[in-house]
């Protein structure tokens, strides 16, 4: 079963943050965040591991919270280049095999 | 830097042909998979291999299979191609971690 991202778009003006949440019915093992430009191949940001943590990459961030079975991806200060679809994908079993959500369409203005 | 090659950006085939679709990585990754990616539908498991002639089914298995001769190459086959099976399809490797896509395929079944 996918889980679940929300929302599934938002616009923001430059200099904004947003927020996009993952949600899953299953345990998790790991959660890893994609990002896909227009025409391109979605591209590996991080990866978070059980055990609750937070993770920074240049201005974006996630958190993982393997109780409530969710992660969140945390964008400051967005950029125009910060557009793009963010995908999460979900390991709920052994292995490296990842689900992914549906996506959330991200697009920045100036 | 990692490199997965898919053999074709855009293909159009006609139905009832059988098609093959192929993905070459150049780490040495153990593992590879072919998902395929659907407006509002995210990308969705097709098939994953661990290693050399190992095989899995993932999420949306019937009407394809794969061929894993070589480590670095993971072929996915469609024997017989049908206009449902039109979409981008991606191919991807890892080790442990994060993914590594190829630039996709667009397959269009006439």
């Known amino acids: 079963q996918q889980p679940v991202q929300s929302p599934q778009a938002v616009i923001l003006r430059e200099g904004e943050d947003a927020v996009i949440n993952c949600s899953s019915s299953?345990?998790?093992?790991?959660v890893h965040w994609y990002r896909q430009k227009h025409g391109e191949a979605p591209v590996f940001l991080m990866i978070?591991?059980?055990?609750?943590e937070q993770k920074g990459h240049e201005k974006i961030s996630a958190s993982f919270n393997e109780k409530k079975q969710q992660s969140s991806l945390y964008l400051t200060a967005s950029q125009l280049s910060y557009s793009g679809t963010y995908f999460c994908?979900?390991?709920?079993?052994?292995?490296?095999?990842?689900?992914f959500g549906t996506g959330t369409q991200l697009k920045v203005e100036l | 830097d990692v490199k997965v090659t898919q053999s074709s950006r855009y293909l159009v085939k006609r139905t009832g042909e059988k098609v093959f679709l192929e993905c070459v990585q150049d780490?040495?990754?153990?593992?590879m998979f072919w998902y395929r990616q659907d407006p509002g539908l995210g990308l969705r498991l097709i098939y994953f291999s661990y290693d050399v002639k190992m095989k899995e089914k993932g999420d949306i298995p019937e009407g394809y299979s794969v061929s894993r001769e070589k480590k670095e190459r993971f072929s996915l086959i469609l024997e017989s191609a049908s206009t449902n099976q039109t979409s981008m399809y991606l191919c991807?490797?890892?080790?442990?971690?994060?993914?590594?896509f190829g630039s996709g395929t667009r397959l269009t079944v006439v």
């Open positions: 991807a490797s890892s080790r442990s971690d994060g993914y590594t």
């Open positions: 780490m040495d990754h153990e593992n």
């Open positions: 299953k345990a998790l093992y790991s």
């Open positions: 994908g979900t390991v709920t079993g052994g292995g490296n095999k990842l689900t």
């Open positions: 978070l591991l059980k055990g609750g």
